[in-house]
């Protein structure tokens, strides 16, 4: 029987308030990590937003990729809140990696590299929060998701759904919506072609 949600959001805050709050804190005092300075609004949008996506997560069984981790956004809240499940924060950046590595939780671990570089079809679920334009971050998350899980990116208004449902459909997985993110659910292995090379889906995405 699942838990009314109140209490859920209040559990989280109760049993993780510490590591999370430090997490935070060491969030807004490092240059180059986020914009955000006000502690409250800090919580709401790297803490409580990358926690809304836990019951969309939950949906899907394997370990999690963070794709473009910066900061530790969703990946870390997301490790807090599932500590039996393996969690990769995927970075380019060697001074971002070396702050995840030291605000990870147990079952976190940093890789420093592109999506581009990574093996294909390893992981359960792959999230993306603040990585690039939509369809981008799609064919990023998604050569690295296997057959039967998900690319579940964080959007905003303006997402572009239906560009990014083609984009899905080039690398064989289906659209679904939910409020405020686009899950895509892998049907198939990742097609011969994908991922292109680092850089090309950003200069030249998919239509």
Excluded at 91 to 104: I, Q, Y
Excluded at 114 to 128: C, I, N, S, T
């Amino acid at each position: 029987m699942s838990r009314p949600p109140a209490r859920g959001r209040s559990r989280i805050a109760t049993s993780w308030s510490t590591p999370l709050e430090a997490w935070l804190a060491a969030v807004i005092a490092t240059r180059g990590l986020t914009s955000l300075r006000d502690p409250a609004e800090a919580r709401r949008v790297l803490l409580q937003d990358s926690l809304r996506g836990l019951e969309l997560v939950r949906r899907f069984e394997g370990t999690i990729v963070d794709v473009g981790s910066g900061g530790g956004a969703p990946g870390i809240p997301l490790a807090h809140a599932l500590p039996e499940r393996e969690v990769t924060l995927l970075e380019a950046n060697g001074r971002k990696c070396a702050f995840l590595r030291e605000h990870a939780p147990a079952n976190a671990r940093v890789i420093q590299g592109r999506a581009e570089e990574q093996d294909v079809d390893a992981y359960g679920v792959a999230v993306a929060k603040a990585l690039a334009a939509p369809p981008v971050a799609a064919e990023w998350c998604l050569p690295l998701v296997r057959v039967g899980g998900a690319a579940i990116l964080w959007v905003g208004p303006s997402a572009e759904a239906d560009r990014v449902a083609r984009v899905a459909h080039k690398l064989d997985a289906e659209l679904d919506e939910a409020d405020g993110f686009l899950i895509l659910r892998k049907l198939g292995p990742t097609p011969p072609g994908f991922p292109r090379r680092p850089g090309v889906a950003k200069k030249r995405p998919l239509a």
